[in-house]
């Protein structure tokens, strides 16, 4: 086993423990914390796979900005899940059912000869001066235009819909009126006092 394999497996392993995690923890703050870890896994492989752009986004972008988004949602919402999760163990006949039919079709897909290392061709060298960043941004600013701004508009209402579930008005929460704040004279905010001179000992 070289080097290489054993990271990639080590980080294989990680992602698939911290990806079952995220859907069998309970606590939705622990969940957000296993998929940055399952986020770390997956630039890892990327960083392997000589794809240092995506790797270095991923964690800029998804770990940096959008699980801290999440984080924040989660906990300002304060979500009571006792009730949101009553009645789930009925479903778990129908889950049981999908996930077997899903596991079937995995591996029909991969048992074909199409997915064998014979059908692939060996990738070859590149020069000192190849650059992945400018080939992905050509692929994406050309070919994968489209599918780019569409997966930007969503991001776009999945980050307004988790701010908006945020502004809720609770009663034990202050808040400031500018209008009422910019109506005021300085008769209000200001009280001239008169006192006696005082000398220096």
């Known amino acids: 086993m070289t080097f290489q394999l054993f990271v990639f497996l080590v980080f294989a392993l990680t992602l698939l423990g911290a990806a079952t995690a995220v859907i069998t923890v309970r606590n939705p703050v622990n969940a957000a914390l296993f998929l940055v870890l399952a986020f770390f896994s997956s630039a890892g492989i990327w960083l392997l796979l000589e794809a240092e752009f995506l ?99 969503i991001l776009l209402v999945a980050i307004v819909a988790a701010i908006s579930l945020t502004m809720r008005k609770r009663p034990q929460t202050k808040y400031q009126d500018p209008s009422e704040q910019i109506k005021v004279s300085k008769a209000d905010r200001l009280r001239v006092v008169s006192m006696d001179a005082e000398e220096k000992p």
């Open 55 to 153: 790797a270095i986004t991923l964690v800029l972008v998804y770990v940096g900005a959008v699980m801290v988004l999440f984080l924040f949602v989660v906990m300002m919402l304060d979500i009571n899940l006792a009730p949101i999760t009553e009645g789930f163990a009925s479903y778990l006949p129908v889950a049981v059912g999908v996930g077997l039919i899903m596991s079937v079709e995995l591996i029909l897909v991969l048992s074909r000869d199409f997915f064998s290392a014979e059908q692939f061709p060996q990738p070859t060298p590149k020069p000192a001066d190849h650059s992945n960043t400018e080939v992905l941004g050509e692929l994406i600013y050309t070919e994968y235009l489209y599918p780019f701004e569409i997966a930007a508009v």
